[in-house]
Each structure stands twice: as C-alpha cells, then as structure tokens.
C-alpha cells in the first residue's frame, strides 16, 4: 500500500516537540494559547450548536457526533469536546505530544482517542468527521492548499471545520512575532514564521477549492489593557477563525 502524502513540515514539528511537557503549564510557553483558550472555544461551541441544531445547556449537548482535533497538542481542544459529549479523536505529527494529551486524559477521566500521525493518513484510511478542528495549525504546514483539501476529504457530507490562523500584514508581523516572541517572550523565538501566515483572501480560496463553502468568519482579538482575547466580527488584522461546511 502506497503511504499517504503528507503537507507536514518536519522543521515545525520539531519545534513543538521540543515544547511538548509543557502543554497543560498555564505560566508556560502555551501560555499565550492557555489566554485563548476559552475565546476559541466559544467560538468554536457556538458553531457547532448552531449547524448541528444543538442545545449547549443541554447535558452532553455533542452526543453523537464525531470530531477531529488536527494537532490536537496536549489536548486543550479535545477534552472539552469530550466534556460536552462527543466522541473525540485528537491527532498530532509531534510523537511527543501524545502521551501527555493521554495521560492528562485518563487524569481528567476522559476517554480520547490520541494518535501519532497526519490528517492525510486519516483520510487515506477513510475516516471521516462531523466536525474537523483545524486550529493555528495551516500557517506551520508546508501546503496549506493541499492540506485543506485533506481536511475536507474528512468531512462528512454536511460536515462543519473550523479553522484559525494569523493573517499576514505588518501589524501581525509586529504583534504575533516582535511582540509575542521577542517583546513579551510569550513563545520561544521562531515559533511562527511571518511568510507562512495566511491571508482572510487566501484561506478563503483554499476553502472553496476544497469544495467548502464558508459560512462565518471571526476575529480573536487581544487587549493588553484587560489582558484578555474577545471574538470580533470585523476586526480580522492578526488572529482569525473561519466556519465551513462540506455541502452533502
């Protein structure tokens, strides 16, 4: 059997295993995605609700459905959609990163299913989603275009992904490398590299040559005076985050 293609980057990979024990330290070099934590997820639960008709007081409100996390980390994404029901597939290209979202996971009594690997081997398999979580990865693959074509082959007919990103302008250039790496050491320096950063425009066109059709966009915005992320439908200029759905 011929192995799938892949759009990892080894040289990416690298850099987060490097960081990989670190994952659930709130004051450590996730610390900056610890801080946005609960504004993606907001996002991201609303989103879900709303395409999938589901009440979010409800218990389990995700029942039934089947999710995806591509580059699932230590799992920060994952276990709340197991809290709320799911069932839960965390995927990571970094080795080192699974056994902790694992063992953070058995901890929090949660069944997750973690696995080594790449989006392209789970759609070679045939797996397939209700929902594919794609978040701050595309600006660290090596094809972002060919990589979104492999997270909509995981869709299910109907299927919703959600991916996140920075976009590519001066003010990202200055806030998500000279301010997060340099200024406030938020991340280890060369974390995220500028000409790898993905336009609103561009992620827009690998979506819809993907065969998705988009359905919202956001942006995740950070204010150093509260010190805290809020979601805000025009202001798109650093961090953003897209809803599509796979047409069934």
């Not at 892949?6 to 450590?28: C, H, I, L, Q, Y």
């Not at 080594?116 to 929902?131: I, M, N, Q, Y």
């Not at 978040?135 to 074509?149: K, L, Q, S």
């Not at 990202?172 to 490398?177: E, K, L, R």
Request: proline share 4%; glycine share 8%.
């Amino acid at each position: 059997m011929q192995a799938a293609e892949t759009s990892v980057d080894a040289d990416e990979v690298a850099k987060f295993e490097a960081m990989a024990a670190e994952w659930w330290d709130p004051n450590g070099k996730f610390r900056p995605l610890h801080m946005l934590n609960p504004c993606r997820l907001d996002y991201i639960t609303g989103q879900i609700a709303a395409e999938f008709g589901r009440d979010l007081s409800a218990e389990a409100p995700f029942a039934g459905l089947r999710i995806l996390d591509i580059g699932c980390g230590g799992g920060l994404l994952c276990e709340p959609m197991a809290r709320l029901g799911a069932e839960v597939v965390g995927v990571d290209a970094a080795a080192r990163n699974i056994p902790v979202a694992e063992t953070h996971a058995a901890q929090s009594g949660l069944e997750i299913d973690y696995r080594h690997g790449t989006a392209e081997e789970l759609a070679a398999a045939g797996e397939r989603f209700d929902v594919v979580l794609n978040m701050e990865v595309v600006e660290h693959v090596a094809d972002p275009r060919a990589y979104t074509a492999t997270c909509a082959a995981l869709l299910k007919p109907g299927g919703l992904m959600i991916c996140s990103t920075i976009n590519r302008n001066a003010k990202s250039f200055a806030m998500a490398i000279v301010g997060a790496e340099y200024v406030m050491r938020w991340l280890p320096k060369g974390t995220h590299e500028w000409r790898k950063f993905i336009t609103p425009d561009e992620l827009t066109q690998h979506i819809e040559a993907a065969g998705l059709a988009a359905v919202d966009a956001k942006g995740f915005v950070f204010n150093p005076l509260s010190w805290s992320w809020s979601i805000s439908a025009r202001d798109l200029s650093v961090n953003y985050v897209t809803a599509s759905r796979k047409q069934g």
